[in-house]
T-cell receptor
Framework: AQSVAQPEDQVNVAEGNPLTVKCTYS??????LFWYVQYPNRGLQFLLK??????LVKGSYGFEAEFNKSQTSFHLKKPSALVSDSALYFC?????????????FGSGTRLQVQP | GAGVSQSPSNKVTEKGKDVELRCDPI?????LYWYRQSLGQGLEFLIY????????KSGLPSDRFSAERTGGSVSTLTIQRTQQEDSAVYLC????????????FGPGTRLTVL
């Protein structure tokens, strides 16, 4: 079975400060890892993914994430938060070496960036 | 190009009625997925299509739920004899064939069962 944990229901950060949204995963074998963002009354938008190679992945809107295999983590980061980054963020995983194509999502972390 | 579209955007129905939710994937995407997002919950996988076949139906919560895909394109999720616990946002996603590709999500259908 595969699972994702996002230990923080909400993260508060001041505009201009760095932000981190945490994600740990459990999967058999190697993972494909994804971050999505959801704005109010909108579908999920893809931010970035880790497939293979460089552990630091850069994505949309200045976000990046670091894959850490030993800690089974894939934390989302941004050097300088914007108020417009306020949204619900989901981490997702699927196993690379199985036929299962469905993503398993975490419960989401609400990011609140204060002006 | 056009993204994933879903209809209707909102559906209110009475307990016991059947509902059909429609998904139009991105043109050329062979994989199609249905997920459910309940209030305060994360996303729950329902079913995956590759072409017109559904190799993974493991997420369908009961036999009241079914889905089909025709012509390798449009998909319909049907819920029979709706219950109040079926109230949720139903999200459809599509992706190209390769398994490492990200899934592109539609805006969802908000289903309310009274």
């Amino acid at each position: 079975a595969q699972s994702v944990a996002q230990p923080e229901d909400q993260v508060n950060v001041a505009e201009g400060n760095p932000l981190t949204v945490k994600c740990t995963y459990s999967v058999s074998g190697n993972p494909y890892l994804f971050w999505y963002v959801q704005y109010p009354n909108r579908g999920l938008q893809f931010l970035l993914k880790y497939i293979t190679g460089d552990n630091l992945v850069k994505g949309s809107y200045g976000f990046e994430a670091e894959f850490n295999k030993s800690q089974t983590s894939f934390h989302l980061k941004k050097p300088s938060a914007l108020v417009s980054d306020s949204a619900l963020y989901f981490c997702a995983v699927r196993a690379k070496d199985t036929g299962r194509r469905a993503l398993t999502f975490g419960s989401g972390t609400r990011l609140q960036v204060q002006p | 190009g056009a993204g994933v579209s879903q209809s209707p955007s909102n559906k209110v129905t009475e307990k016991g009625k059947d509902v059909e939710l429609r998904c139009d994937p991105i043109s050329g995407h062979t994989a199609l997925y249905w997920y459910r997002q309940s209030l305060g919950q994360g996303l729950e996988f329902l079913i995956y299509f590759q072409g017109n076949s559904a190799p993974d139906k493991s997420g369908l919560p009961s036999d009241r739920f079914s889905a089909e895909r025709t012509g390798g394109s449009v998909s319909t999720l049907t819920i029979q004899r709706t219950q109040q616990e079926d109230s949720a946002v139903y999200l459809c996603a599509s992706s190209p064939t390769e398994p490492y590709n990200e899934q592109f999500f539609g805006p969802g259908t908000r289903l309310t069962v009274l």
